[in-house]
């Protein structure tokens, strides 16, 4: 297994900026949008959101720009893993009981679970 991305909120773009790159020195790439559907299948947010990834040698922080929301604010922390096989990986997650969401994205499934304790994990093939 390889760990590809940790995302984590931020309450806005400028401070995101300056943690990520001011202190961290990542790079930032164009900052994207995640349709509202979407953050409301992952996350139960009901709106768009602004998606930053900074990026460095070994390090890959996808940031989701959440604004000032109400407290507690939802999660959209999570780690996104690469196994050997996704579909031998699925079936010890039905056989362990761990909750899995297959979330539609266009043309393709994107696959998260979830632990006993909440946490998510974005889980990708990795490449052949």
């Given at each position: 297994m390889d760990l590809l991305h940790v995302a984590l909120p931020a309450s806005s773009e400028e401070r995101a900026?300056?943690?990520?790159?001011?202190?961290?020195?990542?790079?930032?790439?164009?900052p994207k949008v995640l349709a509202a559907e979407l953050s409301r299948a992952l996350f139960g947010i009901d709106r768009a959101l602004t998606v930053i990834n900074y990026t460095g040698e070994a390090a890959h922080f996808e940031v989701f720009?959440?604004?000032?929301?109400?407290?507690?604010?939802?999660?959209?922390?999570?780690?996104?893993?690469a196994v050997e096989s996704l579909g031998e990986f699925l079936r010890k997650c039905d056989e362990a009981r761990v909750e899995v969401l297959r979330i539609p994205k266009g043309e393709r499934l994107l696959t998260f679970i979830r632990d006993p304790d909440g946490n998510l994990f974005e889980v990708k093939e990795k490449p052949a």
């Open positions: 900026d300056g943690f990520y790159v001011g202190v961290l020195g990542l790079t930032k790439a164009e720009v959440t604004g000032a929301l109400p407290e507690p604010p939802p999660r959209v922390d999570h780690a996104c893993i």
